[in-house]
């Protein structure tokens, strides 16, 4: 009797290790593209991501960088103060788009260029996405407004 409770344990046990396992593996293969890491461009120049890799890339559009090519393709620079990254984008900007305002693309390096798929651009003129906030402020560029 006392082995048949102790079999019984065992195999409630290891069939929970496997459906712990395979639940992990299958979260981690659902996020696999769904992470997008954000980066400045200091972060962008001295650690240069991987071939491919798609992440978040933040700062302040440069003035006088912004150049509209064929269609709806648009080039110009994003900056943190310290380093500058080219960035090429087709599709249509956010209506708040604009040079001197903070920006978020997602995308990726092609060329030392990146290349993004989607751009976001503050809401208001108080508005700065945290994460470019917090890496200007770190370049001693940026400074909060006074409400």
Do not use: C, W
């Not at 593996?25 to 593209?33: A, P, Q, S």
């Not at 064929?70 to 900007?93: H, I, K, N, W, Y």
């Not at 700065?128 to 770190?138: I, N, Q, R, T, W």
Request: aromatic share 6%.
């Amino acid at each position: 009797m006392r082995s048949l409770k102790k079999k019984r344990r065992i195999q409630v046990l290891s069939a929970a290790a496997v459906a712990l396992a395979l639940s992990a593996g299958l979260i981690g293969y659902g996020f696999r593209d769904g992470i997008n890491l954000y980066r400045s461009p200091t972060q962008v120049m001295t650690e240069p991501p991987a071939q491919g890799e798609v992440f978040r890339l933040g700062g302040l559009v440069q003035e006088g960088t912004l150049q509209r090519g064929q269609g709806e393709t648009v080039s110009f620079a994003v900056s943190d103060g310290a380093e500058v990254v080219p960035v090429r984008f087709t599709g249509v900007l956010p209506d708040l788009f604009a040079e001197n305002a903070g920006m978020i693309g997602t995308g990726r390096m092609e060329n030392g260029v990146f290349v993004a798929d989607e751009i976001l651009a503050k809401h208001d003129e108080n508005y700065m996405p945290k994460e470019v906030a917090d890496s200007l402020k770190e370049a001693g560029v940026y400074q909060e407004p006074s409400s």
